[in-house]
T-cell receptor, first 113, second 112 residues
Framework: GEDVEQSLFLSVREGDSSVINCTYT??????LYWYKQEPGAGLQLLTY?????DMKQDQRLTVLLNKKDKHLSLRIADTQTGDSAIYFC?????????????FGRGTSLIVHP | NAGVTQTPKFRVLKTGQSMTLLCAQD?????MYWYRQDPGMGLRLIHY???????AKGEVPDGYNVSRLKKQNFLLGLESAAPSQTSVYFC???????????FGPGTRLTVT
């Protein structure tokens, strides 16, 4: 979706931190999500953040939200080779009385040993 | 608890043929969705349903039809397949509009 933008690729060394960035357009989005897709599989929810929060931490994952700039980031600490996957940012956009998730194009994270 | 299942996993069609993709969920979710995933394009919403008997168009609905006759099933139909419909199709479901989406494993469709 054109409304959610992400860079397409990120390459990091094992043990480093990874930061995946996302910008979104709908200021009324209530929930923002990060999904992970491993090769040959469907997407799985990693984490989400309410729009009234600035930060959420969950073990190695830290989500930062800047509502003013409509910018969302996902930081993975101590990145492992098993973290290699495509990461999708998504926002809930109003559509006909419902809020339907809109996904970015996904960021391919490649972790080098 | 199987979650979200999709049938078939792979399919090859000739241009002009028709087929139906089946999605089933056993989580009693109200919302169901069909997406297509193409390289560099991310996920694009085709159609969705907010409950049994209801359907709505998403971002790329042309060339597809859907039906939700039973709460647990969401069918995606291609009446006359075109090469542009070669893609990986994902079904998803969620309890409510803001809740986590659960995805099926995908169907890889090739139209020659």
């Amino acid at each position: 979706g054109e409304d959610v933008e992400q860079s397409l690729f990120l390459s990091v060394r094992e043990g480093d931190s990874s930061v995946i960035n996302c910008t979104y357009t709908d200021s009324s989005s209530t929930y923002l999500y990060w999904y992970k897709q491993e090769p040959g599989a469907g997407l799985q929810l990693l984490t989400y953040i309410f729009s009234n929060m600035d930060m959420k931490q969950d073990q190695r994952l830290t989500v930062l939200l800047n509502k003013k700039d409509k910018h969302l980031s996902l930081r993975i600490a101590d990145t492992q080779t098993g973290d290699s996957a495509i990461y999708f940012c998504a926002e809930s956009m109003a559509s006909g009385g419902s809020y339907i998730p809109t996904f970015g194009r996904g960021t391919s994270l490649i972790v080098h040993p | 608890n199987a979650g979200v299942t999709q049938t078939p996993k792979f399919r090859v069609l000739k241009t002009g043929q028709s087929m139906t993709l089946l999605c089933a969920q056993d989580m009693n979710h109200e919302y169901m969705y069909w997406y297509r995933q193409d390289p560099g394009m991310g996920l694009r919403l085709i159609h969705y349903s907010v409950g049994e008997g209801t359907t709505a168009k998403g971002e790329v609905p042309d060339g597809y039809n859907v039906s939700r006759l039973k709460k647990q099933n969401f069918l995606l139909g291609l009446e006359s397949a075109a090469p542009s419909q070669t893609s990986v199709y994902f079904c998803a479901s969620s309890y409510g509009t803001y809740n986590e989406q659960y995805f099926g494993p995908g169907t890889r469709l090739t139209v020659t």
